[in-house]
């Protein structure tokens, strides 16, 4: 198991049950104490916890800017986030255009896309997402264009900004950092400035969000749940918050995981 792997499901532990014994830990994600002690002490360099004796507990400091590094947040939720990806996928139709926000979640989608054979138009501002949707003969691949942010894949800035003005797609999937009350928000303005022109030029918008998403807003707001049509999400979100959205008149979807296979 690769060391982003490992932490994203120490997060997912601790996300889950609020502190940790390295041995329980290690025994939960199938590590050894000495790997599990190393990925609490780096996630504890980047603020993500804060160690005690022989573990962790989740930082509930919240910070309104931060973001845990991309290769950590992409294991995070793995098996919610792929969910919502292939559920997101199946509302798809032949020959739409689609934009493909750089996102985890929406990376997921992606990769559903390609598996299903969908012949689409897709364009994106994420390196990686581009360089699986190019995997498919059937999809014709625009990348946006723009400046590579620090520690990611995304793409920000110009041309890309310039370029979805002229843009006139059928949906947008779009990845979020917060979901709070109804505000869609971000760390960076930046990446909120990119998200808010890809929402402008989609007649359809589809949020992928998993439940860890709906919690504390983040630094820069996009828009208002009510420019959203659909969010795709999974069971951790509580009834009283899908009831608002949609009493916003927002579509939730909700994904569930593959069962695994019986031995």
């Known amino acids: 198991m690769i060391a982003a792997q490992r932490r994203g499901l120490i997060l997912d532990y601790l996300r889950k049950y609020g502190a940790g014994s390295i041995v329980d830990i290690a025994e939960a994600i199938g590590t050894s104490r ?21 573990g962790a507990v989740v930082n509930d400091q919240h910070r309104t800017t931060y973001e845990p590094p991309q290769r950590v947040g992409a294991k995070s939720s793995h098996s919610q986030k792929a969910a ?11 020959g739409q255009s689609v934009i493909f926000d750089s996102s985890s979640t929406v990376f997921e989608a992606a990769r559903a896309v390609v598996e299903a054979g969908i012949r689409l138009t897709a364009c994106t501002n994420d390196v990686g997402t581009a360089q699986a949707l190019a995997a498919s003969p059937e999809l014709q691949v625009v990348v946006l264009g723009g400046t590579v942010r620090p520690d990611s894949m995304t ?33 960076s303005i930046e990446v909120a ?15 992928l969000a998993d439940s ?28 009283h918050t899908r009831t608002a959205i949609s009493e916003a008149g927002v579509e939730v979807v909700i994904a569930k995981p593959q069962a695994r296979p019986k031995m």
């Open 34 to 54: 000495s790997s599990t002690r190393r990925d609490l002490d780096f996630l504890a360099a980047d603020g993500i916890v804060i160690r005690s004796r022989g």
């Open 84 to 94: 919502i990806g292939r559920a997101a996928a199946a509302l798809l139709q032949e």
């Open 155 to 187: 793409l920000i800035g110009e041309p890309g900004l310039n370029f979805l003005e002229r843009l006139h797609v059928d949906v947008a999937f779009i990845g979020i950092h917060s979901l709070a009350g109804t505000r869609l928000s971000e760390t």
């Open 193 to 207: 400035a990119m998200k808010r022109r890809m929402i402008e030029s989609a007649a359809r918008v589809v949020v």
């Open 212 to 239: 860890s998403k709906f919690t504390h807003p983040a630094f820069c707001d996009i828009c208002g749940i009510e420019r959203i049509n659909i969010i795709v999400t999974d069971d951790g979100v509580d009834a």
